[in-house]
């Protein structure tokens, strides 16, 4: 029996007909197109221009790597080399600078025609171990989805690049994307320890609607801005991992504004100035502000509590660095602790209360109105205040705020609520008292003394400078003022005001005594 006969017996003894051997076999080489791919690797030292179509640079008599599934690798070079695309190839993987291909650290640079990224049932790769930064001036395009791999930066330039099948970061390295309309129409994986980098640098809005996945325990993806304008992202950050927001330049002050439905469970990592409208964009773990951090801008109508987040849960704030936190016009609370070795400052036109046991190195009250609403309100007893120009700081009843050094500048407030069984200091400052000026106290009352009553407003432990205080209008009539420079000691004296019966009888027994004295 010769070959040819014995391989029809076999098939015949399996019953299994040749058609449908035939057809099976087809099937299994189309879906394991990629595991059967050629490889190829780029010469640069072979003859003729660096240009795709070029058969000698690949080791070719003739054609060039192309067809969905191909593996292409650009090895390690010594100088910076750019490679023309003169022609619009499909390849399935692309490495660019392996181990042990090639030598040196140098930049590749892809211009001119369009890449497409097809790797069959998986995912196209780009695994960038160059040494150096990817240039992809050239379109890439894939409706695939497609994984970026490596420890360097990609840097993908041309706006007409697109990933419409979705994208997985896992590089260590960054991902430079000059618009957002590369991956508008991709949902975004990201479990990298690089950054996802939006924007060309320039002024304007650049907008970003695809949804993140953040994925590790106990990680923070980077989502950056790389524009002077305003970076928006629109979509809804999900996952594991926490997020960090920053810029690549902290001289610039662009703003990154959060509006998606944010449910991530990790760290919110925050090093530039955002812009929230909702406690939903802040995600669900602590947060966190830290390198470069500048502003955190409430926007119309918010009145979001960031030390607990959209469960309601309490969480951890941590001001690592001076953070100015700009409510706007908006009333806001801060129910619990915000602690760091960082300046809160508060701006806006609104009412900040902070109720929690925080533990700051500086407050700063920039405009309008702070109400200290524990002990340790303002940072506690090693914060240094400042009040600017025109600004008010309001104690509530039951309070003895304590900080290290108060500094007050013109048209500044002091506000306290009383009450009639409240023994100490209501404000203690542990250092010095810095300001020379005329300062405003306004009193209101939890409940009025029936007698007269004296508080200790004010204690300064350390330097009390020549200062004056005078009462505001609407306490003018319920008691006087005791300023002691030399102690350091400010006291309200309250004087209750006469009942209406009381009244009534002083009127009655003056009646009497005219009466008396005209002999009646």
């Keep these: ?79 910076a080399t750019t490679l023309s695309l003169d022609v619009s190839p499909t390849i399935g993987v692309l490495y660019l600078g392996p181990s042990g291909v090639g030598s040196g650290s140098q930049a590749w640079r892809l211009m001119s025609s369009t890449l497409e990224l097809d790797n069959g049932d998986a995912p196209a790769i780009i695994n960038n171990t160059s040494g150096a930064n990817a240039n992809f ?26 990933f419409t099948g979705g994208l997985i970061i ?11 309309a590369i991956v508008n129409q991709s949902d975004i994986t990201h479990k990298g320890t690089g950054n996802a980098i939006f924007g060309n640098g320039n002024p304007g809005v650049v907008t970003l609607d695809s949804n993140f996945e953040v994925q590790g325990d106990n990680a923070r993806r980077g989502i950056l801005s790389h524009t002077s304008g305003t ?97 706007g016009n908006n009333n806001v609370t801060y129910a619990n602790s915000i602690t760091g070795a960082g300046r809160f400052v508060k701006a806006g036109g609104g009412t900040l209360v902070l109720e929690g046991n925080n533990s700051f190195a500086n407050f700063t009250l920039s405009s309008a109105t702070v109400v200290a609403g524990h002990n340790n309100a303002l940072g506690g007893s090693n914060s240094s205040v400042t009040l600017e120009e025109n600004t008010t700081l309001s104690i509530r009843s039951g309070v003895n705020l304590s900080v290290k050094d108060l500094s007050l500048a013109s048209g500044a407030t002091l506000s306290f609520e009383l009450q009639a069984d409240f023994v100490g200091a209501l404000l203690t400052v542990n250092g010095d008292q810095i300001g020379n000026g005329t300062y405003t106290i306004d009193i209101s009352f939890a409940d009025f003394p029936s007698s007269p009553t004296e508080w200790t407003l ?25 300023w002691d420079q030399a102690t350091g000691s400010l006291t309200f004296m309250a004087v209750p005001e006469p009942s209406v019966s009381g009244l009534a009888l002083m009127g009655l027994g003056f009646a009497q005594w005219r009466l008396r004295r005209r002999g009646c």
């Design 137 to 162: 001036g050239s379109p890439i395009t894939s409706s695939k989805p497609v994984v970026l791999q490596g420890v360097y930066n990609n840097l993908f330039r041309n706006t007409n690049s697109r």
């Design 1 to 79: 029996m010769n070959a040819s006969s014995r391989i029809f017996a076999r098939f015949g003894a399996c019953r299994i007909p040749m058609f449908r051997w035939f057809v099976l076999s087809s099937v299994f080489l189309l879906s394991n197109a990629a595991a059967f791919a050629q490889t190829y690797t780029f010469n640069p030292a072979a003859e003729g221009s660096n240009s795709w179509s070029n058969p000698a640079k690949w080791g070719l008599e003739s054609g060039y790597p192309n067809g969905a599934g191909t593996v292409v690798i650009l090895p390690k070079i010594s100088a």
């Design 231 to 327: 970076l928006v992202l629109n979509g809804n950050i999900t996952g594991t991992a926490g997020v960090k927001l920053g810029t690549t330049d902290a001289n610039r002050g662009e703003i990154t504004v959060l509006n998606g439905n944010n449910t991530y469970s990790g760290v919110t990592q925050i090093e530039t100035n955002i812009r929230f409208s909702s406690i939903n964009n802040l995600g669900l773990g602590a947060i966190e502000f830290s390198t470069n951090s500048r502003r955190l801008i409430y926007s119309d109508g918010n009145t979001a509590d960031i030390t607990q987040n959209a469960l309601g849960e309490a969480r951890s704030v941590i001001l690592n660095v001076a953070t100015t936190f700009d409510i």
């Design 170 to 180: 896992e590089s260590s390295g960054s991902q430079y994307f000059y618009s957002t």
């Design 458 to 482: 004010l204690t300064v432990k350390g330097t009390a400078e020549a200062s004056s205080f005078v009462l505001g209008e609407s306490t003018l009539p319920y008691g006087s003022l005791h």
